[in-house]
């Protein structure tokens, strides 16, 4: 390595801090602790080295064959389209049989009957199904309101609802998002009473994602404060029956279903821990929405590779011309760099580093992705964009993933330390 990188004139990192080494390894990254600048590996005796295996375990291989068999038999492209015609954006047989697989219950905590999914175990189920382009809303209902609801319900609720939750009979959505809703998650302006032993809710929430059919919400609101102040915004559960609750379905570009909700003083429980439980939440759904992501993006490359191969133009294959070949290693970069960030996050798993290596993986895998789904239909041409082919459907998705919960460029500022 040229010494020169080498410069003191480059800002210090604490020693100990885990940057990745610039020439990596497909199958195990190697990191290294440096003094000098990150993703630099200065070649120093003191320097500790170790390497982080990404082969999976036995338990993961087998969650990854169980979710590609539940692909290969309930979907190829039409059934897909067929699903998001029902009313909630997705099958409800299918959602009964991800439940008897296991899969709902899987990312729910041991104690509760769930299998207590780790990082890589999430990511691993949730490439696969974005590979499948899956509609099933396994991120919005399990991996965040679902958990959400276990890690903070009070016992008395918790007992009532957990087994179903378990199975897939009931769902649960998070209805936190507001029209006046600004960057990051603290931005409430719905107003919570207190009412006895309960607290009565008034307001609307626009924007929740997966909450058609819903059996109830978790729902954010202020019970002291202003909208943006970080203190006085609490986590309330709602079921979906209760008075003066109405709601409003609403497609997304990608098909399925979003839900405008409002509440005009409902009877709601209070959870605990507030909106710092939502963002320990968000992060874990960002890692399985970055994983999703990155399974559609190797899926409709692959697609892609496919058409160029047997798609001839001038009476040759589209794929031999050399700027075309240029254009796909490029997107094929895109997506192994992608891999590399979501495994940085996955190598920081239950430790402090993990909430900002995620957001970092999230911002660039959410301007990837668009960037790669445009080439794709680009490739194909205007039948690119129908809903006839997969690159149509999962372009559509990826939009979708990119813009949600919140922009790229939040991902990166939150990264950045700039938005918390």
């Known amino acids: 390595m040229n010494s020169s990188l080498a410069s003191p004139s480059y800002p210090a990192v604490p020693a100990g801090t885990i940057v990745p ?6 199958q195990c990254l190697t990191f290294c602790a440096a003094e000098d600048h990150p993703s630099i590996v200065v070649k120093r005796n003191y320097r500790r080295e170790w390497k982080v295996n990404f082969e999976l375990n ?32 997705f099958s409800r047989k299918n959602w009964d049989f991800l439940g008897e ?8 905590p041991e104690e509760l009957g769930g299998l207590g999914l780790d990082g890589t175990a999430i990511a691993t189920v949730f490439e696969a199904l974005g590979h499948g382009l899956v509609v099933e809303p396994l991120a919005e209902n399990v991996v965040l309101a679902g958990r959400l609801f276990a890690l903070t319900a009070p016992e008395d609720l918790k007992a009532e609802w ?5 199975t897939g009979t009931r769902r649960l959505a998070l209805a936190h998002a507001e029209a006046g809703t600004r960057d990051g998650l603290i931005w409430v302006e719905t107003k919570a009473n207190a009412d006895g032993g309960s607290y009565r809710i008034t307001g609307s929430k626009p924007y929740c994602i997966a909450g058609g059919g ?16 970080r203190d006085g915004a609490e986590l309330f559960f ?29 009877v709601a429980t209070r959870l605990e821990g507030g909106l710092g439980a939502l963002a320990e939440a968000e992060q874990v759904a960002t890692l399985a929405r970055s994983a999703e992501a990155l399974g559609i993006m190797a899926r409709i490359f692959e697609e892609t590779i496919e058409y160029l191969r047997t798609r001839d133009q001038f009476g040759v294959p589209l794929g031999s011309f050399q700027a075309i070949q240029h254009r796909m290693v490029a997107q094929y970069a895109a997506i192994e760099r992608s891999r590399a960030l979501l495994n940085l996050a996955l190598v920081s798993w239950g430790t402090d580093d993990f909430a900002r290596n995620v957001q970092g993986a999230r911002a660039f895998i959410a301007d990837a992705s668009v960037t790669l789904g445009h080439e794709m239909i680009q490739f194909h041409g205007g039948m690119g964009v129908t809903d006839e082919l997969a690159v149509g459907g999962g372009h559509k998705r990826l939009l979708v993933l990119s813009r949600w919960p919140e922009p790229a460029q939040s991902a990166l500022d939150r990264f950045a330390g700039l938005l918390h």
């Open 162 to 166: 957990i087994e179903d939750l378990l």
């Open 101 to 108: 697989l296991g899969l709902i219950a899987a990312p729910f």
């Open 58 to 89: 036995e338990d993961e291989e087998m969650l990854k064959a169980l979710t590609e068999r539940f692909v290969v038999d309930h979907y190829d492209h039409d059934s897909r389209r067929a699903f998001l015609s029902e009313p909630n954006g």
């Open 238 to 266: 709602v079921p979906a029956d209760a008075e003066g609750l109405k709601t409003r379905d609403w497609p997304l570009a990608d098909g399925s279903v979003a839900t405008d909700i409002t509440l005009d003083d409902v």
């Open 214 to 229: 819903a059996d109830g919400y978790i729902v954010s609101a202020r019970v002291s404060g202003a909208p943006g102040d």
């Open 21 to 26: 080494r610039p020439n990596f390894r497909p």
